[in-house]
C-alpha cells in the first residue's frame, strides 16, 4: 500500500477532433490531469478554450479522438453499450443553461427521479421519499412545486433541480459546466453555497468549468488555466492565484475586474484575441501574444513542470516565483 | 453648476409595459442627472430596470405597448413625448448607443462599412468616398487592425471582440455628446473585456464625451465611474460617488450585491453573503420597499411605507432605506 | 461560395439525373405490357411493333434508358402515337404561357405582399395587421380551383364581362393587349394564392426582424423609418420568403394545370391533362420530365438567390 | 420588446402560451362535426345521395331539400355530407401513411445522425426534388384502376419525405437541447430517450403538421377530381361535386355554393387549429 492519494479521475493525453480531414479542428490538445477524491478542480480559460469540451469528453458527451480517461482505474474512453451508460452514473454533469437542461414536458419530479427510473434502481415509496429529500435539499418544496412542469421556473430554481437530479445516483464525480454563468451574483452566491453543502453532505468530488476567475477560486482547490486547447498552468487556487507562473494566467489574472475602485486599472492589457484553433502556432500556443516569446517557444513545444509541489507549467520561461 | 449646463437631467422618468399580465412598472420613479464628460454607472441585476431606464433615456424604448411619464432633458432636449421624427435629430449626434450583444447588433447581411457609413451619408449629407474615408478613420479609431480590408467584411467573419469594436465606431459616426454603453462587454471574455473598457475609457478623454454605463458587474464599474446608481426592482436605492457606493453604502442591498460577488482576492471557499430569495415580481410589486421581503433589517415601516431617496451627509449620495446602514465615515474622517 | 455553388451543382446534377430516370422507367413501374400502355387504345399489332423497334424495348433495360436521354438530350422526345406529332414540339409551343403567366402573377403577387406585409409588421395586432391578417387566413384554406369557379360564376357569368371566360386564349404576339386579357383572370388567381404565402411569411419574419437588437441600434443612428425598413429590415427577413418563392413558383408550374384546365388555358398543365386523357403516354412522360427538372431549376436559382441575399448561410 | 419584457419580469417565467380562445374551440366542433358526419353518414336520416328525384331537378334550397337539389334530383345536402367521407378519408388516410412512414424515420435520424441520418436525409431530399402532384397525376393517371385506396396510397406515399423533412428538422433543434444530453449522461437508453424525452416535445410540432397536411392533402384530391382522376362519379366527393357543377353553375349557382363552402369551412378549421396550436406550443413556423 502505498501512502499517496490515489486519483479519483485520471486523464491521461486527452485529446478531441472536431471536423473533417481538411477542416479538423483540436479542440482539446493533449490534456492530462488527476482529480483526487473530496478535492475540487476549476478549469478555466476564455471561450474556445476547450474547457467545456474537455468536460464533455470526459462524459464522453463528445467523443475523444485519443487518450484514456479512468475512474478508479476503469477506462471510461474504451467503454461502450451498457457498460458505458453505467459508468456514467458515478460521474454527472451539470450545464450552463439552466432552463434548456430541463425537458419543459416533464414534472419536477420525474426530471429528478429519471436517473433512478432509468435503472430502476429505487422504486415506490422509497422512491417518492428519496425524490422529496433531494428536493428539500436543493431548496426546492417537493409538496409545492413537485408536480410543476419544468418551464416554470427561473434560471436560478431550474439550476436547483438539475442539482437535485444530478445527486440521485449518488455520483463520485460532478462535472460543473460553467453552472453559475447564466445567473445574477445574487442568486449565483445561493447555488455556490448550496453547492458547497451538497458537496461535504454527499462527500463529492467536482470538476468545476466556468470563465469567471473570482468564481473558479471561490469553488476550487486546485485550479487548472487552459488555452487553445491546452492546459498552461495547474496548481493550487491559492498560490496559482497569488503568484501565477505562466504569462497568460498573469494577463488573465490583470484582466479580470475587482468590485473596489482602489484596485488598480488594467495597465498591461493582453492584445489582440487568440489564434484560430484550425491553424494554431506552432511550439507554444500562447507565443503569438506573449510579449516573453523567444525563438525556443516558437520551435518547441513546452511541456508541464513541476516548480513547486503540486503546481505545474507549461512554459519554458516561468515567471519568477515569490513565496512568503 | 447649473441645470442647463448639465448635460443630461432626468426627472421621475417612469416607464410601463402593458403586458398580458397588466401594467408592468420596468421604471418607477428615477430622476438624476450627468454633467459634462462624466462617466456615470447604472448598477442592478436582471430585472432592476437599468436596460429599460437606459433607453428610455435615449427616447429608445419600443413604440408600441409603451407609456413614459417624466421628463429627460438631454442636451436641453425633452426626450420624453418627443416624435421619432423629432429624436432622430438628437440620435447619433447627441447620444448614442452601445449593445450588449455585438452578435445581434450588427445587422448580419450588412457588410461592416456600410453600417459604419450609413449615418454619415444620410445624416450627414458626405460624398460616398469621404464617408468610406471617414468610416475606416472610425475603425482605426477603435483599434481594428487592417481597416481598408475589414470595410468590406461581414460583421459574421469578425470575432466578438472586433464586433463590439464596430459597434463603438458606428456609435461614434456622429461625433455624440453622450455615450450609452448598456452592459457592453457582457458577452465578451475577461482579456477582451479589458480591452474594451480600456477604449471606452481612452475615447472619452479623447473626444470629450459623457458615458452611461449600464452594467451588472460592479466591477466594471469600480474603476471607471466616478458616480454610481444601484437599481432595484425599477428605482434607485443608492446613488453616488463611486467610492461612496463601494465603501460607504448606506443601503442594505448595495452592501449584499457587493458581498455576494465572489472576489479574486479573497481566499478559497469563502463562504459567499447571499440574499434570500428573489427578485420582486414588478406585476404584483407590495407598497413598502421593494427589498423588504429579502431585507434582514427590515422592518413593518419598511413593508409598508416605500422610503424615497435621501441625502445621506456626503454630497450628491443618496439613499432609499428606513434602517440604513452606519456610515463608516465618522471613523475615519477626512 | 465557389465551393458552394459547385457543390450545389453536383447535387442538381445528380438530382436531374434520378429525375431522368424516374420519368423513364415510371412505365416500368406501372403493371402491364408497356406498349399497351404507351399506345392506349389504338394498340394494333402493327403499331406494337413499331413501337418495340422504336424504343428497343427488347433490348436491356439500361440501353433502352441511355437510348432514351441520348434522344432528349437531343431534343428529341420521340412523336406521339395519339396526336403523331412531335413531343417536343408540343411542349415548346405550351411552355412559354406557363412562365407568362407565372411571371405576371408573381409581380402581382410580390408587388402587393411586400408592401402589404411591412405596413403590418410595424405595427402587429393593429388594425391593418389584424385585418390582413384575417383576409389572407380566409385565402389561405381556398383552394384555386374553387376561386376560379366563383369568379367565373360572378364576374363573367353574373357581371358578362367578356374576355374573361375560359377559351379565349391569345397569343402574345398575336396581340399582347388581348393576349395579357385572357391571361387576367388566371394570372390573377395564381397571384391570389402567391401573395397569402409571401405576405404571411414575409409579415412574420419582419416582426421577428424588427424586434432584433441590430433595428433598434439602426433607429439609434437616427435615419427614417423607410430607410430601416428597407435597408435593414428587408434584406435579413427575406430568405424566408426567397425560399418560400422558390417552392411556391416550381408549385405553379407543377401544379397550374388546375387554372389552366379550368380555363383552357393551353399551357403545360392543360396539354398534360389532354394527355393524360387521351392516354398519351409519351407526351406525359416528356411534360413530367420538363416540369420535374423545371422545378429543380427554379429550387436551385432561389437557393443561389438566397446565398447572395444572406452571407451567413454559405459560411456555414 | 419581448427581449426587454423578459428582462424586467423574468422572476416567475411567464407562461408563453397564449390561451387557445373560443374560435379556436368553434373549429374543432366544426371539424369533430364533419368528422363525424363522415363516419356515421349511414346511420344518420340523410336521403339517398344517389338517389334520383326527377320530380324535384335543380330545386334551390328549403325545408325538403337543405341545400336544394342537383340537375339529377340528388339531394345536395346529403351529397355534401357524404362528399366529405372521400375528402375526410382521403386527407386523414395518406396522412397517416406519410406520418406512419415518414415521423420515425425523421425522429430516428434526427437522433442517432452519422451515417443513417445521411443516407436517408439524400435520398428523401433527391424524392422531395420530384414534383409529389406531377408524380402523383401521372402515376393515377396510368395506373388503372382507379379507386379510393389506390389514391391515399400513392399521395400518402408522396408525402412521406415532406413529413420526414419537417419531423427531422424539428426533433434535431431538441435532440441538440441539454436535457436530452442530460438525459444521456444519467443513463438513459435511445429508445427511453426518443419516448420519454423527444416524443412529448415533437408531437406538437407533428400535430399541428398534420392538420395543415390533411388540410393540404383535401386540396389536393379537389384538384384530382377535377381532372377526373379521384373517385368515379356517381359517388359524391366536394371535389367532384364542384366539378359537375360548373356546367350548370349559371342555372344553379347554389350546386357550386355549397360544397365550396363545406370544402373552404373545413379547410380554414383545419388550417387555424393547426395555427393556433402551433403558437400555442410556440413552435417556430414550419412551412409546408
Not at chain 2, 455615450?179 to 479623447?206: F, S, W
Not at chain 3, 411556391?248 to 386523357?277: D, E, R, S
Amino acid at each position: 500500500m502505498t501512502q499517496e492519494r490515489q486519483p479519483l479521475l485520471k486523464v491521461r493525453d486527452l485529446n478531441v477532433v472536431f471536423g473533417s480531414r481538411h477542416h479538423a479542428v483540436s479542440a482539446v490538445a493533449g490534456v492530462s490531469f488527476d482529480i483526487f477524491p473530496g478535492e475540487t478542480l476549476g478549469l478555466v480559460g476564455e471561450s474556445g478554450c476547450g474547457k467545456s469540451t474537455t468536460g464533455k469528453a470526459l462524459m464522453r458527451i463528445v467523443e475523444p479522438s485519443s487518450g484514456t480517461i479512468e475512474l478508479e482505474g476503469v477506462d471510461i474512453a474504451s467503454q461502450s453499450g451498457r457498460a458505458l451508460r453505467n459508468i456514467r452514473t458515478h460521474m454527472q454533469m451539470i450545464f450552463q443553461d439552466p432552463i434548456s437542461s430541463l425537458n419543459p414536458r416533464r414534472r419536477v419530479k420525474d426530471i429528478v427521479a429519471e436517473p433512478l427510473d432509468c435503472w430502476k434502481s429505487v422504486k415506490g415509496t422509497e422512491r417518492d421519499v428519496l425524490i422529496s429529500d433531494l428536493l428539500n435539499k436543493v431548496g426546492i418544496d417537493p409538496a409545492v412545486y413537485g408536480n410543476r412542469y419544468a418551464r416554470q421556473f427561473s434560471g436560478g430554481q431550474c439550476q436547483r433541480i438539475s442539482i437535485a437530479r444530478s445527486l440521485a445516483m449518488r455520483p463520485k464525480l460532478l462535472i460543473c459546466d460553467e453552472m453559475v454563468s447564466a445567473l445574477d451574483v445574487s442568486v449565483q452566491a445561493q447555488i455556490l453555497n448550496l453547492l458547497e453543502d451538497l458537496k461535504h453532505e454527499y462527500g463529492l468530488t467536482l470538476l468545476f468549468i466556468a470563465h469567471d476567475l473570482a468564481v473558479v477560486k471561490n469553488v476550487s482547490d486546485r485550479v487548472a488555466v487552459m488555452y487553445l486547447g491546452k492546459i498552461c498552468e495547474i496548481g493550487p487556487g491559492d498560490s496559482l492565484y497569488e503568484a501565477p507562473a505562466h504569462p497568460y494566467t498573469k494577463f488573465l489574472l490583470g484582466a479580470a475586474l475587482e468590485a473596489d475602485p482602489d484596485s488598480p486599472m488594467h495597465s498591461q492589457v493582453l492584445e489582440g484575441e487568440p489564434p484560430s484553433p484550425l491553424n494554431p502556432p506552432s511550439g507554444c500556443r500562447f507565443r503569438t501574444r506573449c510579449p516573453n516569446a523567444t525563438e525556443l517557444c516558437a520551435s518547441e513545444e513546452p511541456q508541464p513542470r513541476e516548480i513547486a509541489p503540486g503546481h505545474q507549467v507549461a512554459c519554458h520561461f516561468p515567471l519568477t516565483i515569490t513565496r512568503k | 453648476m447649473s441645470e442647463n449646463e448639465k448635460l443630461l437631467v432626468v426627472k421621475d422618468l417612469v416607464t410601463t409595459f402593458a403586458t398580458p399580465g397588466g401594467p408592468l412598472p420596468a421604471v418607477g420613479g428615477v430622476s438624476f442627472d450627468l454633467d459634462q464628460n462624466e462617466t456615470l454607472g447604472i448598477v442592478g441585476e436582471s430585472g432592476s430596470g437599468k436596460t429599460v431606464l437606459s433607453r428610455t433615456i435615449m427616447g429608445l424604448q419600443p413604440r408600441t405597448n409603451v407609456t413614459v411619464s417624466g421628463s429627460a432633458l438631454l442636451n436641453g432636449f425633452e426626450v420624453v413625448g418627443a416624435s421619432e421624427r423629432a429624436k432622430r435629430q438628437i440620435w447619433g449626434t447627441d447620444v448614442a448607443m452601445v449593445f450588449q450583444d455585438p452578435m445581434t447588433s450588427l445587422n448580419p447581411v450588412m457588410r461592416i462599412g456600410k453600417q459604419i457609413d450609413e449615418s454619415l451619408r444620410v445624416r450627414h449629407g458626405m460624398s460616398r468616398s469621404s464617408a468610406k474615408h471617414r468610416a475606416i478613420e472610425l475603425l482605426e479609431l477603435v483599434g481594428i487592425p487592417s481597416p481598408q480590408q475589414r470595410y468590406s467584411a461581414y460583421p459574421g467573419q469578425l470575432s466578438g471582440g472586433m464586433r463590439q469594436r464596430v459597434v463603438i465606431a458606428i456609435a461614434l459616426a456622429g461625433s455624440p455628446k453622450l455615450l450609452m454603453a448598456d452592459e457592453p462587454t457582457t458577452g465578451l471574455d475577461v482579456t477582451i473585456q479589458a480591452q474594451i473598457l480600456n477604449l471606452l475609457d481612452e475615447l472619452k478623454e479623447r473626444l470629450k464625451m459623457s458615458v452611461i454605463l449600464v452594467t451588472h458587474d460592479l466591477g466594471v464599474v469600480a474603476t471607471r465611474t466616478s458616480r454610481i446608481i444601484v437599481m432595484y426592482a425599477g428605482r434607485i436605492v443608492e446613488m453616488g460617488t463611486t467610492r461612496d457606493v463601494f465603501q460607504d453604502h448606506r443601503m442594505p442591498y448595495t452592501r449584499a450585491l457587493l458581498e455576494s460577488s465572489p472576489k479574486v482576492a479573497s481566499p478559497s471557499h469563502t463562504r459567499l453573503v447571499t440574499i434570500p430569495g428573489r427578485p420582486p415580481n414588478l406585476l404584483k410589486l407590495a407598497a413598502g420597499c421593494s427589498f423588504a421581503p429579502r431585507c434582514a433589517y427590515a422592518t413593518d415601516r419598511c413593508r409598508q411605507e416605500r422610503p424615497e431617496l435621501q441625502p445621506a451627509g456626503d454630497p450628491g449620495h443618496l439613499f432609499a432605506c428606513w434602517n440604513p446602514l452606519p456610515t463608516t465615515r465618522g471613523a475615519t474622517p477626512q | 461560395m465557389l465551393r458552394y455553388v459547385i457543390r450545389r451543382l453536383v447535387m442538381l446534377l445528380g438530382i436531374v439525373f434520378v429525375i431522368s430516370v424516374g420519368s423513364f422507367y415510371l412505365i416500368h413501374l406501372l403493371p402491364g405490357d408497356p406498349a399497351v400502355v404507351i399506345l392506349g387504345t389504338g394498340a394494333t399489332p402493327q403499331n406494337k411493333l413499331i413501337l418495340y423497334k422504336q424504343l428497343g424495348l427488347n433490348r436491356p433495360i439500361y440501353e433502352q434508358y441511355f437510348t432514351w436521354i441520348g434522344n432528349v438530350l437531343h431534343g428529341n422526345m420521340g412523336t406521339s402515337f395519339i396526336s403523331q406529332t412531335s413531343v417536343a414540339s408540343t411542349i415548346r409551343a405550351a411552355l412559354p404561357i406557363d412562365v407568362e403567366l407565372i411571371v405576371l402573377s408573381q409581380i402581382l403577387a410580390f408587388a402587393a405582399a411586400i408592401p402589404l406585409a411591412m405596413r403590418s409588421s410595424r405595427r402587429p395586432d393593429g388594425p391593418l395587421d389584424r385585418i390582413l391578417g384575417a383576409t389572407s387566413f380566409t385565402l389561405l384554406s381556398v383552394p384555386s380551383f374553387i376561386i376560379i369557379v366563383l369568379l367565373v360564376l360572378f364576374i363573367s357569368i353574373k357581371l358578362g364581362i367578356p374576355h374573361t371566360g375560359p377559351s379565349s386564349y391569345v397569343t402574345l404576339s398575336s396581340d399582347w393587349i388581348a393576349n395579357l386579357e385572357s391571361l387576367a383572370l388566371p394570372a390573377f388567381t395564381l397571384a391570389i394564392g402567391s401573395f397569402v404565402v409571401y405576405y404571411r411569411v414575409l409579415r412574420s419574419d419582419l416582426i421577428a426582424t424588427l424586434q432584433e437588437e441590430f433595428i433598434t441600434m439602426a433607429r439609434s443612428k437616427g435615419i427614417s423609418q423607410r430607410r430601416i425598413m428597407w435597408r435593414h429590415a428587408f434584406r435579413p427577413s427575406s430568405v424566408a420568403l426567397l425560399g418560400s418563392a422558390g417552392v411556391n413558383i416550381g408549385g405553379l408550374l407543377a401544379g397550374g394545370f388546375v387554372v389552366q384546365y379550368l380555363l383552357a388555358i393551353p399551357g403545360l398543365g392543360f396539354t398534360l391533362i389532354n394527355a393524360i386523357n387521351m392516354s398519351d403516354y409519351l407526351l406525359v412522360q416528356g411534360i413530367v420530365l420538363v416540369v420535374s427538372v423545371g422545378v429543380v431549376l427554379i429550387n436551385f436559382i432561389f437557393d443561389f438567390i438566397i446565398n447572395i441575399v444572406d452571407p451567413r448561410i454559405s459560411r456555414e | 420588446m419581448n427581449e426587454l419584457l423578459e428582462e424586467v419580469s423574468l422572476v416567475e417565467r411567464p407562461e408563453k402560451n397564449k390561451p387557445l380562445g373560443i374560435l379556436f374551440w368553434v373549429c374543432v366542433g366544426w371539424v369533430a362535426l364533419n368528422v363525424f358526419g363522415a363516419i356515421f353518414a349511414n346511420v344518420l336520416p340523410l336521403q339517398n345521395p344517389l338517389f334520383e328525384n326527377f320530380s324535384a331537378v335543380n330545386a334551390g334550397p328549403g325545408l325538403h331539400h337543405l341545400f336544394g337539389t342537383d340537375d339529377l334530383g340528388r339531394d345536395i345536402f346529403s351529397r355534401v355530407v357524404y362528399g366529405s367521407r372521400v375528402s375526410i378519408a382521403v386527407g386523414v388516410g395518406a396522412m397517416l401513411i406519410g406520418f406512419g412512414i415518414g415521423a420515425p424515420l425523421g425522429m430516428l435520424a434526427a437522433y442517432r445522425r452519422g451515417r443513417f441520418d445521411m443516407v436517408l436525409t439524400t435520398v428523401m431530399y433527391i424524392l422531395l426534388a420530384f414534383p409529389a402532384i406531377i408524380a402523383t397525376i401521372a402515376v393515377l393517371s396510368f395506373w388503372a384502376p382507379r379507386g379510393l385506396a389506390k389514391i391515399i396510397l400513392v399521395i400518402g406515399l408522396a408525402s412521406v419525405p415532406l413529413v420526414y423533412r419537417v419531423i427531422r428538422t424539428a426533433t434535431m433543434s431538441i435532440a441538440t437541447k441539454d436535457y436530452i444530453i442530460a438525459a444521456k449522461v444519467q443513463g438513459a437508453t435511445d429508445r427511453r430517450i426518443l419516448v420519454k424525452e423527444l416524443l412529448p416535445n415533437v408531437t406538437p410540432i407533428g400535430v399541428s403538421f398534420l392538420l395543415i397536411g390533411v388540410a393540404t392533402v383535401i386540396t389536393l384530391e379537389g384538384a384530382l377530381a377535377f381532372l377526373g382522376l379521384s373517385v368515379n362519379p356517381p359517388t359524391p366527393s366536394w371535389g367532384n361535386m364542384i366539378n359537375e357543377a360548373r356546367t350548370v353553375m349559371a342555372q344553379n349557382p347554389w350546386l357550386v355554393i355549397f360544397p365550396s363552402l363545406a370544402l373552404c369551412l373545413f379547410l380554414l378549421c383545419l388550417n387555424f387549429i393547426g395555427d393556433r396550436l402551433r403558437s400555442h406550443f410556440d413552435v417556430t413556423e414550419v412551412k409546408l
